[in-house]
């Protein structure tokens, strides 16, 4: 048996999995762990990871150093995504982060992102859902909207758009409590930029609507908040529908309340409060360009599909 291990380090949150394999390509997950840290939070607006972020994202690779060493992890891999390849200091950051994690960090491309994302999700998404026809995956980060069209027996396309939670919830402040005429001008914005890019990336490939899958955060959010979860469990989260009709329902509930009361949610972790209201209206965006009343959530997405590359 062999002890592997993966790390994600996000826009928003970074992300550790260590699992065990007994031969090539199949393994155990042990544990997962994550943190907070919004490695992205200043990149829009000054084009560089901020000191203070940068401190805070390796405080938390050192705890995960820690963690494999003491898991005995025999081989692992560390992939950096969005902030990292948008910020003009990502280069000295992944050398920093490689020292903290004593292993390689990888920048992703959008396209392997996209890839290993699939891997991912195809990995806990029930097969029903890929025999009845094809997908529209959709993976949003704190710094990205990344979609992967999936259709029997053709390549995949991927294409991205770069709103995520931390960069929308930054470049248009909402305000605490959130004021409505901001959210509803934010809600059009959203709206009408997923349509667009919809239309231009992918109508022309697909005749009926596709099965829409949601992984990441936000999705697993929603879907924790909607099952009122006192201890998050993956389980619960991998291929639960969330309607369109209750994706509205929190997303109203979300954008009423204070940071403070937000954070109170069941099935909220409170540091991902701040970002929720524009997580939910993205996600709301999404369901209203895609011709569905529901989405299937995963859990599984990026770090399992590393996972996967190092257990190859």
Same mark, same amino acid.
């Given at each position: 048996?062999?002890?592997?291990? $993966?790390?994600?380090?996000?826009?928003?949150?970074?992300?550790?999995?260590?699992? %065990?394999?007994? %031969?090539?390509?199949?393994?155990? *997950?042990?544990?997962?762990? #994550?943190?907070?840290?919004?490695l &992205?939070?200043?990149?829009?607006a000054?084009?560089a990871?901020?000191?203070?972020?940068?401190?805070?994202?390796?405080? $938390?690779?050192?705890?995960?150093? #820690? /963690?494999?060493?003491? #898991?005995?992890?025999?081989?692992a891999?560390a992939?950096?995504?969005?902030?990292?390849?948008q910020a003009?200091?990502?280069?000295?950051?992944? @050398?920093? $982060?490689?020292?903290?994690?004593?292993?390689?960090? #990888? +920048?992703?491309?959008p @396209?392997e992102?996209?890839?290993?994302?699939?891997?991912?999700?195809?990995?806990?998404?029930?097969?029903?859902?890929?025999?009845?026809?094809? +997908?529209?995956?959709?993976?949003?980060g704190g710094?990205?909207?990344?979609?992967?069209?999936?259709?029997? &027996?053709? /390549?995949?396309?991927?294409?991205?758009?770069p709103?995520?939670v931390?960069?929308?919830?930054?470049a248009?402040?909402?305000? =605490?409590?959130?004021q409505?005429?901001?959210?509803?001008?934010l809600?059009?914005?959203?709206?009408?930029?997923?349509?667009d890019f919809?239309?231009?990336?992918?109508?022309?490939?697909?005749?009926?609507?596709?099965?829409?899958?949601?992984?990441? &955060?936000?999705?697993?959010?929603?879907a924790?908040?909607?099952?009122?979860?006192?201890e998050? =469990?993956?389980q619960r989260?991998n291929?639960?529908?969330?309607?369109r009709? +209750? *994706? /509205?329902?929190?997303? @109203?509930?979300?954008?009423?309340?204070?940071?403070?009361?937000?954070?109170?949610?069941?099935?909220? @972790?409170?540091?991902?409060?701040?970002?929720? *209201?524009? &997580?939910?209206l993205?996600?709301?965006?999404?369901? $209203?360009?895609?011709?569905q009343?529901?989405?299937?959530?995963?859990?599984?997405?990026?770090? /399992?599909?590393?996972?996967? %590359?190092?257990?190859?």
């Amino acid at each position: 048996m062999t002890r592997l291990a $993966a790390v994600d380090i996000g826009s928003l949150t970074v992300r550790l999995a260590v699992a %065990e394999a007994a %031969e090539p390509g199949k393994f155990q *997950v042990l544990l997962h762990r #994550r943190e907070i840290t919004g490695l &992205g939070r200043e990149v829009d607006a000054t084009g560089a990871l901020s000191p203070a972020d940068q401190d805070r994202t390796l405080q $938390a690779l050192e705890g995960f150093a #820690r /963690e494999m060493a003491a #898991r005995g992890v025999a081989t692992a891999q560390a992939v950096a995504t969005q902030a990292v390849r948008q910020a003009q200091n990502g280069q000295e950051f992944m @050398e920093s $982060a490689a020292r903290v994690l004593n292993l390689p960090v #990888r +920048l992703l491309t959008p @396209e392997e992102e996209a890839r290993l994302t699939l891997a991912g999700v195809l990995s806990a998404l029930d097969p029903k859902y890929t025999e009845a026809g094809p +997908l529209l995956v959709f993976d949003l980060g704190g710094g990205s909207l990344e979609f992967i069209l999936v259709r029997p &027996g053709q /390549e995949p396309i991927f294409a991205g758009l770069p709103l995520g939670v931390l960069s929308v919830s930054r470049a248009k402040p909402l305000g =605490d409590p959130p004021q409505a005429v901001i959210v509803d001008d934010l809600k059009r914005e959203l709206r009408r930029a997923v349509q667009d890019f919809y239309q231009r990336q992918f109508r022309k490939f697909v005749e009926t609507p596709p099965t829409l899958v949601g992984t990441a &955060g936000t999705v697993t959010t929603l879907a924790a908040m909607a099952q009122e979860m006192a201890e998050y =469990d993956p389980q619960r989260v991998n291929n639960y529908i969330l309607s369109r009709s +209750l *994706v /509205e329902e929190m997303a @109203e509930v979300l954008s009423l309340l204070p940071e403070k009361k937000r954070a109170l949610i069941p099935g909220l @972790e409170p540091a991902k409060a701040e970002v929720m *209201v524009a &997580g939910a209206l993205i996600v709301q965006a999404v369901l $209203a360009i895609s011709g569905q009343d529901h989405l299937v959530c995963v859990d599984a997405g990026l770090l /399992e599909g590393v996972l996967a %590359e190092v257990a190859r």
